[in-house]
């Protein structure tokens, strides 16, 4: 006796391989350009650590930090607001007064170059260039 093939009517199997493809897709999307730029950088000028909620920046007689509405838009530009401390010299009793600053740069790859406006005296630090995964810069005068 011989054994008939199997006659059932199956679904279409052409729908069933969207599905794997789908997810495939869905877990090989790019991250976000901004996770590019998260971690360390330095250099001989400064240094500076990001991460998703802000960062600091520290070179010599100075230090910054940077709020956690930084970006980075196409063609790699980076842009933040934060606040800047002056260095060097006897610590005033009452601290160091903060300027607000705005952070503007480009990211190329591993490198960066970092520029500092501090808002209130019109003044521009920099432009810095950092490296991803240099070594930090401590904030101290020499």
């Known amino acids: 006796m011989t054994r008939q093939s199997d006659t059932r009517v199956f679904p279409?199997?052409?729908?069933?391989?969207?599905?794997?493809f789908a997810l495939a897709l869905g877990c090989s999307l790019p991250t976000a350009p901004d996770a590019d730029i998260i971690g360390q950088w330095?250099?001989?000028?400064?240094?500076?650590?990001l991460a998703r909620d802000g960062g600091t920046l520290s070179y010599p007689c100075g230090a910054g930090t940077i709020?956690?509405?930084w970006k980075l838009g196409s063609g790699g530009q980076f842009t933040a607001t934060g606040q800047h401390f002056q260095g060097g010299g006897p610590m005033p009793v009452q601290g160091r007064p903060p300027h607000p600053a705005s952070y503007t740069g480009t990211v190329d790859g591993d490198q960066l170059t970092l520029s500092v406006t501090l808002t209130d005296l019109d003044q521009t630090l920099g432009?810095?260039?950092?490296?991803?995964?240099g070594a930090p810069v401590p904030e101290m005068c020499v």
Do not use: K, N, Y
């Open 12 to 20: 279409d199997m052409r729908a069933f391989a969207v599905v794997p």
């Open 42 to 49: 330095g250099g001989q000028e400064a240094s500076l650590a």
């Open 67 to 69: 709020d956690s509405t």
């Open 127 to 133: 432009p810095f260039h950092l490296i991803r995964g």
